[in-house]
């Protein structure tokens, strides 16, 4: 049973950082993509990151390459996601996403097959 659990969400001004957590069970670690992804109100839900289980190659969205940072720390078993330079746009609900390793490649975050609750990011 996979569980994901995101923290580490809140208020901040733009221009401020917040660092995402998830912790992640029931996965084996070792292979599995790991990712975010985030939706705001009334929008398309956006890819933002993603990290490979093998060599921690990431991947990212033109529109936060640069100011965020994804990494894994495998013996917690938890992702992160380091974002800095926040402004308004980035405001909206971050889910931390997971799922096999097919081909050798991830793919694409909005199609792996489990994601957490969520945690919400307002930028004002």
């Known amino acids: 049973h996979v569980q994901l659990v995101e923290s580490g969400g809140g208020s901040v001004q733009a221009g401020g950082s917040l660092r995402l957590s998830c912790v992640a069970s029931?996965?084996?670690?070792?292979?599995?993509?790991m990712g975010w992804f985030r939706q705001a109100t009334g929008k398309e839900r956006e890819g933002v990151a993603s990290?490979?289980?093998?060599?921690?190659?990431?991947n990212y969205a033109d529109f936060v390459r640069g100011r965020f940072t994804i990494s894994r720390d495998s013996a917690k078993k938890t992702l992160y996601l380091r974002m800095n330079r926040l402004n308004a746009e980035d405001t909206g609900r971050y889910y931390c996403?997971?799922?096999?390793?097919?081909?050798?490649?991830?793919?694409?975050?909005?199609?792996?097959?489990?994601r957490g609750q969520g945690t919400q990011v307002t930028v004002s």
């Open positions: 990290i490979d289980p093998f060599h921690d190659a990431t």
């Open positions: 029931g996965v084996s670690y070792w292979r599995y993509c």
């Open positions: 996403a997971t799922d096999q390793l097919y081909g050798g490649t991830c793919g694409d975050v909005l199609n792996f097959a489990y």
